[in-house]
Structures are given as C-alpha cells and as structure tokens.
C-alpha cells in the first residue's frame, strides 16, 4: 500500500468508531467542538510546527497544501468529538484522561511517523509539546462552553 493512502485509512476508522460508538445527536452537538479543538487546533499547530520547522508531513502527494494534509483535521475533529463524548465529569478523572489523551497521541504521532506520513525535526520532543499544549487547552474549552 502506498504511504500516501495511510491517512485515508485512520481518518476511515476513526469515521467507523464514531459512527459506531457516538449517537447521531451527539455527533451533532459535538460536531463545534471537534471543528474548533480538533481541525482548527490542528491546521494551526501544523502551520505554527511549518514555520518553526519542528514537523511537517511528508508523501501526501497530492492530498494537502502548504503543509497541510487534508485529512488530517478530519480526523483530528472526528477524533475530538469521541474524546468530549466519553470526558468524565469528576475532576482527578479528568486529569487522568487528559494524560490519556496526550499519551495515546504521541503514540500516534510515532507510529505515523515511522511509517512516513510525518517529519519530526527534534524527535519524540516535537510529539510531545504540541499535545501537552492541546489536551488542556482543548479540555479547558470545551468544559468554559459546554458550562454557559
């Protein structure tokens, strides 16, 4: 299989995991937030990482621009709409999930990595700064919106 078809594959199965786990009327409500904490978040530290240089994606041929893989922030706000769907209410649980986030995405962001679709410059540092930022901040915003 050609490494530029990978994203289409775990954009696919995060779509399949959605669809099977997440109802209809959730996957509605939660569709802001994954756009907003998922693909937004997304094109902007991948447009902050191009112009540090710190990671950048690589053989997605005719599947992004400037930088930017096009199923990336699919898969990314997909991806959030499950995470806010299953975020626990009580606050040490959180925090744990928080964790959890932040560590099942430096996996991802390494094994993506060793399989071509993405650059590191600085190694496993730059998978993980940009999720040690992300998750909280994402967390924070979506309990400050979902809270008014």
């Not at 099977?20 to 902050?48: H, Q, T, W």
């Not at 925090?95 to 679709?117: E, W």
Request: aromatic share 22%; net charge positive; charged share 10%.
């Amino acid at each position: 299989m050609a490494i530029k078809y990978i994203p289409f594959f775990y954009a696919l199965i995060f779509g399949v995991i959605l669809v099977a786990v997440v109802p209809k009327a959730e996957i509605r409500r939660l569709s802001i937030y994954g756009i907003i904490f998922g693909a937004i978040f997304d094109v902007v530290f991948v447009s902050i990482a191009n112009i540090t240089g710190s990671f950048r994606y690589i053989n997605y041929e005719p599947f992004g621009l400037i930088g930017i893989h096009f199923l990336a922030p699919i898969s990314w706000a997909i991806f959030f709409i499950i995470y806010f769907y299953f975020l626990p209410n009580k606050r040490p649980y959180i925090y744990l999930y928080i964790i959890s986030g932040v560590f099942y995405s430096m996996m991802f962001c390494q094994m993506i990595t060793k399989l071509g679709v993405l650059k590191l410059s600085h190694g496993i540092i730059d998978s993980i700064i940009p999720f040690v930022l992300w998750f909280p901040l994402a967390t924070w915003g979506y309990l400050k919106l979902e809270s008014r």
